[in-house]
């Protein structure tokens, strides 16, 4: 994991993935927002919140779901040369499809050390036997990302 300072690019990412998982809670979804942006530019590819509710299906993660219209707006299934930024560390499902998918760059908020799969629970990501592997960055805006999913949790609970 890197310690530089974060790029303006990444920052704004990361307050529009916040802003998607505002609006998942408001949906009484688990607030957890990605964007995908071109590395380069900084062009933003697509945004997405989780729909695990709302779609009945437990695989409509804000990574997978963001992913998949990176691609589909891209036309093309490697997202090498792309950013996916997340408020929560990705699930070993997410990590899994953040591989296959080719992503250069991964930026997340929050740690998970229940499920997180990018250096808290495991490090699917970077296992030295698959063949591609991000570079990655947790704990980008982590106080606001971690606080937002304390909220949804504490008042359900």
Same mark, same amino acid.
């Given at each position: /994991?890197?310690?530089?300072?974060?790029?303006?690019? !990444?920052?704004?990412? /990361?307050?529009?993935?916040?802003?998607?998982?505002? *609006?998942?809670?408001?949906?009484?979804?688990?607030?957890?927002?990605?964007?995908? /942006?071109?590395?380069?530019?900084?062009? !933003?590819?697509?945004?997405?919140?989780?729909?695990?509710?709302?779609?009945? %299906?437990?695989?409509?993660?804000?990574?997978?779901?963001?992913?998949? *219209?990176?691609?589909?707006? &891209?036309? %093309?299934?490697?997202?090498?040369?792309?950013?996916?930024?997340?408020?929560? *560390?990705?699930?070993? /499902?997410?990590?899994?499809? !953040?591989?296959?998918? &080719?992503?250069?760059?991964?930026?997340?908020?929050?740690?998970?050390?229940?499920?997180?799969?990018?250096?808290?629970?495991? %490090?699917?990501?970077?296992?030295?036997?698959?063949?591609?592997?991000?570079?990655?960055?947790?704990?980008?805006?982590?106080?606001?990302?971690?606080?937002?999913?304390?909220?949804?949790?504490?008042?359900?609970?």
């Amino acid at each position: /994991m890197t310690t530089a300072p974060v790029s303006p690019l !990444i920052e704004r990412a /990361m307050h529009d993935a916040l802003q998607q998982a505002r *609006e998942a809670a408001l949906a009484n979804e688990v607030p957890v927002g990605a964007v995908v /942006m071109h590395t380069g530019s900084g062009d !933003i590819l697509a945004r997405a919140q989780n729909r695990m509710l709302r779609d009945h %299906d437990g695989t409509a993660h804000a990574e997978l779901l963001a992913m998949r *219209e990176a691609s589909r707006v &891209r036309g %093309d299934r490697s997202l090498l040369d792309c950013t996916l930024v997340v408020t929560l *560390e990705p699930c070993a /499902m997410c990590a899994g499809a !953040i591989v296959l998918a &080719r992503v250069g760059s991964l930026v997340f908020g929050a740690w998970d050390d229940k499920a997180g799969m990018c250096g808290s629970v495991g %490090d699917l990501v970077r296992h030295p036997r698959l063949n591609h592997s991000p570079a990655v960055r947790g704990g980008v805006c982590e106080a606001e990302c971690a606080a937002l999913l304390k909220e949804f949790f504490a008042v359900r609970r």
